[in-house]
């Protein structure tokens, strides 16, 4: 798939040296809760608009089963989408294209096989109109 990973992109709002989603957990932090508050203050235009196309994608790393890790990465995306309903309410206009979870499968294709716990890896990525906004990961 053509998801951008950290290297790739220079997100707005991609935040260092802090935890979004513990090991193999998928509830969002509170600095994940405030880096989703600053992007939908700072996004709201694009949030707004009934023509905007939103895309999630969650990610783990592979300390786990491949499925679990499938099923977390998944919740990571559903979680990051709840928290931007949330916030947004009503004035969220813009339609969610796709919230998918990844599992460590781009990862690994793109880092190599990590078998150890990488809170790296863990992480969502949030595209509005083909543009990566947010990584909420280490």
């Given at each position: 798939k053509g998801v951008p990973l950290p290297d790739q992109f220079t997100a707005s709002y991609q935040l260092k040296d802090t935890r979004f989603f513990m090991h193999d957990n998928p509830v969002l932090t509170?600095?994940?809760?405030?880096?989703?508050?600053?992007?939908c203050a700072e996004e709201l235009v694009a949030f707004s608009d009934p023509v905007s196309?939103?895309?999630?994608?969650?990610?783990?790393?592979?300390?786990?089963d491949p499925?679990?890790?499938?099923?977390?990465s998944l919740m990571r995306a559903v979680n990051v989408r709840t928290a931007i309903e949330d916030r947004l309410g009503t004035k969220l206009k813009a339609k969610f294209n796709k919230v998918e979870?990844?599992?460590?499968?781009?990862a690994n294709k793109v880092f190599g096989e990590f078998t150890e716990k990488n809170a790296?890896?863990?992480?969502?990525?949030?595209?509005?109109n083909g543009r990566a906004v947010l990584s909420l990961g280490e």
């Open positions: 509170a600095q994940a809760i405030e880096a989703i508050g600053r992007l196309e939103i895309e999630i994608y969650g990610h783990a790393d592979a300390s786990g499925k679990h890790n499938l099923e977390l979870g990844l599992g460590e499968s781009v790296w890896l863990r992480r969502v990525v949030v595209i509005i």
